[in-house]
């Protein structure tokens, strides 16, 4: 099979590798989830001076999916993200983005600009500007420096900003300055600068982390909110969000040395004697 070239933003054809033997002609500009899902990893491995970082890592999401991964300190979780989102290279192994894109051949512009948004644990806002400008700023659009003196907001791209304002419950906030806001309302604020690119698969580290519990339950309701619009991977700790989360039904991955330790509902994960022993048990 030959490579097929996807040329927006200048991505390197290689994304496409043919050889793969994974799929058929993607539609360019479009992620091929004809089989249903969105990420793909298959025995990766990162080893750091000698440290297995990932151990042969396989692992699936669906495409609308938001799936929860847990596990303990250094078992791998945030390397993993690292690989997804390009900024670590790993030694073995295939990463895919739905059925074309092999995303170990693009550096972490492309992958950003393919579909993919990463939150990290601590906000990051433009502190300066207002809420509103912070939407603004992060809006997928053409950001050459032509483009941008004469760029002007039509009224969908107003009406986007308003529908994200309400979305994050940041409406009343939309002319504070970003940096006055509180830990939970930035938090809220950098994944709706995220939905503002309009990511197909939004990865989010640890998001809950030095929210109150009242916070917490509001980000857990936009999450699940957002259930469905893309496919999103959720990092935590904090065993009640993830619960928010998940439900009786949603499924949970524990990652224990680099590698998938357990995977299923929640109830089954929190009565699997390995992960009792190895997480949960601590």
Not at 95 to 117: H, K, S, W, Y
Not at 192 to 212: I, K, S
């Amino acid at each position: 099979m030959s490579d097929y070239v996807y040329d927006a933003d200048a991505i390197d054809e290689r994304a496409f590798g043919g050889d793969a033997g994974m799929g058929h002609v993607a539609t360019p500009g479009e992620i091929d989830i004809s089989h249903g899902t969105i990420l793909y990893l298959d025995d990766v491995t990162v080893s750091f001076d000698g440290f297995r970082a990932l151990n042969k890592l396989s692992l699936a999401i669906d495409a609308g999916e938001l799936r929860c991964i847990i596990g303990p300190n250094g078992a791998g979780k945030t390397t993993m993200m690292d690989v997804i989102t390009g900024k670590t290279e790993p030694d073995s192994g295939k990463v895919f983005l739905g059925q074309t894109i092999d995303l170990t051949r693009m550096n972490e512009p492309e992958i950003a600009r393919i579909g993919i948004g990463r939150k990290f644990q601590k906000p990051t806002v433009f502190e300066q500007h207002p809420v509103w400008e912070n939407l603004e700023l992060a809006m997928k659009t053409d950001k050459g420096w032509f483009a941008s003196l004469r760029a002007r907001l039509d009224r969908a791209a107003q009406a986007r900003i308003e529908e994200t304002l309400a979305l994050i419950r940041l409406e009343g906030e939309a002319r504070r300055p970003a940096g006055e806001l509180s830990h939970g309302q930035k938090q809220r604020l950098e994944i709706g600068m995220l939905l503002m690119q309009q990511p197909a698969l939004l990865l989010l580290d640890e998001p809950a982390a030095g929210m109150t519990d009242d916070e917490t339950m509001q980000l857990a309701d936009l999450l699940n909110h957002l259930r469905g619009t893309c496919s999103m991977m959720v990092v935590e700790h904090d065993m009640e969000f993830v619960a928010a989360l998940a439900g009786e039904a949603g499924m949970v991955t524990v990652m224990a040395e680099g590698s998938v330790l357990a995977h299923g509902t929640l109830d089954t994960v929190k009565n699997d004697p390995n992960v009792i022993e190895s997480y949960l048990g601590r």
